[in-house]
């Protein structure tokens, strides 16, 4: 008890500092400034900006049993895993899958229904504790995405997303990324997805509503289920005894949490590039030039939005979106995405990551390029063959993102 009181009472002095922080970034804030990244997203309204302290709030509100955290739980609240640099950066906490991969190559769930998420933690008395079978051969680990810009990454139309994938390789380039196609939980419509490692997501509310399920074991609209590998319907409602969905509407039919968490991404602003100099603007050009510009796609434009904040905006997140096998994976089937493929991370933000790569097992941005193959085979070539004054111009580019 006087741990959990200790933890608590951290979380409130952080969310004191970093509410600090927040305010004084929402004056004078420009689109493409520098600042500490945190703040709330250029143009928005006074209502929506409460919004979004309003989604701090509940992304740094510390849960408990009697709130309906758990039963398993990998986290007992957002903050704890998206906290670095500031609260909805990434984090060194590793989710933990597991799954089988057969003779063939073929890639499946713990079961039937295809789940693969095994919780790390549980609440007393730990009856509800999920554990890896024995005889699973696929043990994977992520890391959490920064949540930086995600409201503009929702922006992007499906549309243009799609007219980047070249699942064929029609133009012989050796990449061949392709769109992971979902159904999108919060509309029941086929979306394009576009958050997660696998692209499982192609909603922020969706997003937000399937971590408070599966990462803090809170059940809501979306996700009304309770869920903890290989624990019967029947144990679970003895571990957790709470009617379900637990995030319920309040009088003003606002869902307090899965839709506070949406609001805070949504006007969560993108981090700006650091500086800009010829060093940098130069290993820009070599970037493209080596081919690493096929899938880190500099910029992608927002849809007409009658919203000034999104209304056609350029988001220079470096990434396409696009599902692409580049030898990283984690052998995990998830969404509409294969084994072998993850969705091309952005870039923005990069100078505040580490470790990096899905599961953290890069410590430098040169390992996390030399570990590039399949489709960016051809760019880590390039990488390799550089001469040491180009690639220090190349890296001192990526520093700066």
């Known amino acids: 008890m006087r741990h959990k009181a200790r933890h608590t009472r951290l979380i409130s002095c952080a969310a004191i500092v970093w509410t600090l922080i927040v305010l004084v970034q929402a004056r004078g804030t420009t689109q493409g400034s520098p600042g500490f990244p945190g703040g709330p997203l250029p143009g928005i309204t006074n209502l929506e900006f409460s919004e979004f302290r309003l989604g701090v709030d509940d992304f740094m509100e510390v849960e408990t049993a009697e709130e309906g955290l758990g039963p398993a739980f990998n986290g007992t609240s957002c903050a704890v895993c998206h906290n670095l640099p500031s609260i909805g950066g990434g984090g060194v906490i590793l989710e933990v899958r597991a799954g089988y991969r057969d003779a063939l190559g073929g890639a499946d769930g713990l079961n039937p229904a295809g789940d693969t998420l095994i919780h790390m933690l549980s609440t007393p008395s730990h009856s509800c504790q999920p554990s890896i079978p024995e005889d699973a051969n696929v043990i994977a680990h ?15 139309p499906d549309e243009t997303i799609l007219a980047l994938a070249d699942p064929d390789d029609r133009n012989r380039d050796g990449v061949s990324g392709r769109a992971g196609i979902v159904v999108d939980v919060a509309t029941g419509g086929t979306r394009v997805g576009r958050f997660g490692w696998k692209s499982q997501h192609a909603t922020l509310l969706a997003f937000g509503a399937d971590a408070y399920r599966n990462e803090m074991g809170i059940t809501n609209e979306l996700f009304p289920n309770e869920f903890s590998f290989g624990i019967s319907a029947a144990q679970m409602k003895l ?18 949490g899965i839709d506070n968490f949406e609001s805070f991404m949504k006007f969560l602003a993108p981090v700006a590039r650091s500086h800009a100099d010829e060093q940098t603007r130069e290993g820009e050009r070599v970037f493209s030039a080596i081919g690493c510009a096929t899938c880190h796609v500099p910029a992608l434009d927002t849809g007409a939005s009658a919203h000034p904040a999104f209304h056609r905006k350029r988001v220079e997140l470096f990434s396409d979106l696009l599902l692409h096998d580049v030898g990283t994976s984690d052998d995990i089937r998830q969404g509409g995405a294969a084994a072998d493929e993850l969705r091309t991370p952005a870039l923005w933000g990069l100078r505040f990551r ?3 790569l899905h599961d953290g097992s890069a410590a430098t941005i040169t390992d996390a390029i030399e570990r590039h193959a399949g489709e960016a085979a051809l760019a880590r070539r390039g990488f390799g063959q550089l001469p040491a004054q180009t690639k220090d111009t190349l890296l001192a580019f990526l520093r700066s993102l």
């Open 354 to 356: 580490r470790p990096l």
């Open 142 to 156: 992520r890391a959490p995405i920064p949540l930086f810009g995600a409201g503009l990454v929702e922006a992007i």
């Open 239 to 256: 571990c957790d005894p709470l009617p379900d969905p637990e995030d319920r509407r309040d009088p003003v039919t606002r869902r307090r």
